[in-house]
């Protein structure tokens, strides 16, 4: 992603004329994995691509027999900012309405595709945990806020927006869950903050286990949307999803709905479930990090 | 094939404007599977496509809510013939030069990806039975023909030239081997011919065995280019190959070099040298069938 994001503008202050990255995907079908570039102030904006793996391959072949001469024909373009919305459903709560547990996926997807797996299924499984706490008639102790971002992709546009409206609000947000790995076998829990969440998570993974999701991992970041929640101290989650084949579709044009399993999608909402469930629910507070200035 | 090939003027008798298949390939990449479609003289020249498997699941879950209109731009056109030529060499025969053993591949490849698995590989281990040959010093008693048939995909056509050109002299062809379905694992040897194939063919099935190849199959056709040598009568074989990841690639753009595994296709090589060499070096004649005409 580096390579892709930054390449282009490392590349011209070394004085190259465009710059094309080999894909990442994992996908051997002759698909170019692309996503979002951007260019440095100090440095010309040249012309950048991704080339399949077969195609970088047999440039590097041809590389080796002499020069190569490549023509280059990108048609993308860049189009004025519209108007949009972060998408936000809140359950209120019955007892600490103010404190706010967020469940989370995007709802924009890199163009070549659906977005099906990036990030339709998270959108689908947080939706799912408010669906199954009406359905099974519980009322959360604290408000569960059902959000769909808007343009993750561009830049984590609402995302940003999001904690712009709410800074004041920050202490409130008793965590936050993100799903944006698609929809792969869920296996438990990723967590960012202070090491005893471990703890306190442990009934949530026992409940989980049967469905083979009771692994508890910590992690430093564990979703782009509530990143900057998560550095701003924010206890924050995910699911640990087998993502074995996730990077084989997506950002390309076969990132479609028939690349979800219903039973893996079902696993993960009920990760989501279970834990907002507990979330919003626990009896005590949970540990947060200090505050630290959130990542590029 | 029969819908991709015939399609189009079965639906034009119907009142189709257009007619779309589709994709028969087995991967689930977006990928367009495409190949020869031809026009009957007795229905309108409709314009006729190929849909991915995605997008065909898209059209009929949208065709079940209503109907569907559909935009197309269609950029495929048909050039006028060239001249080209099967490439034809000959491991001339030391007792009976007039007898023929012909090991093959096809030269042209569907125009999407670069062909190396339809049919590079057929023709590398065709040109492969050949070498080991030379290398080994063995000088065949039968006449070797190594032929890379021209224009396979477009219609048989240097497969339909040879046969007219040398039409006096099929009883002379004492065998035809072809390989066309990729590098994958060989499994052993496909043949068509009279049933008494069988028994004589066990030794050299003895000595594949032991690279996995050992399996012999009766079967009606071995391989489109030297179909019509099968209709004459002419002993005919072709590798038994694991396909389950052929039509994944095969004409699609996918099908590059990266996806042939050395290994197996050394073991074809290995089947198509053996055979070779047993068919050219054979004490007794092999059991012929009476001719039939060529299929359509």
Known sequence: VVYRGRGASVAARLGAVAALTRSVGGADYRLPHTGVMSYAA?????????????????????????????????????????????VIGDLKGSEHPEQVVIVSGHLDSWDLGTGAIDDAAGIAVAMQAAQVMKQLGLRPRRTLRVIAWMDEEGGLIGARSYVQQH????????????????????????????????ALLRPVASVLQSSGAGTLRASEEVGSDISALTAAGVPSF?????????????????????????????????????????????????????????RD
């Open 42 to 86: 100090d440095a010309p904006k040249i012309p950048a691509g991704a080339v399949t793996s077969e195609d970088a391959d047999l440039i590097e072949h041809l590389a080796k027999q002499g020069r190569v001469r490549l023509h280059l024909t990108l048609t993308p373009q860049e189009l004025p900012p519209v108007e949009s919305y972060n």
């Open 167 to 198: 800074g004041a609000e920050i202490g409130n947000h008793f965590a936050a869950v993100e799903s944006d790995l698609g929809a792969g076998h869920a296996m438990g829990i990723n967590f960012a903050g202070p090491p005893q969440l471990q």
């Open 238 to 294: 995910s699911p640990i999803q087998d993502t074995r084949f996730y990077f084989d579709y997506h950002h390309t044009a076969a990132d479609t709905l028939d690349k979800v399993v219903l039973r893996e999608l079902q696993e993960n909402g009920a990760v989501m479930s279970v834990l907002s469930y507990a979330l919003t629910n626990l009896a005590v507070d949970l540990p947060r990090s200090a505050p630290r200035p959130p």
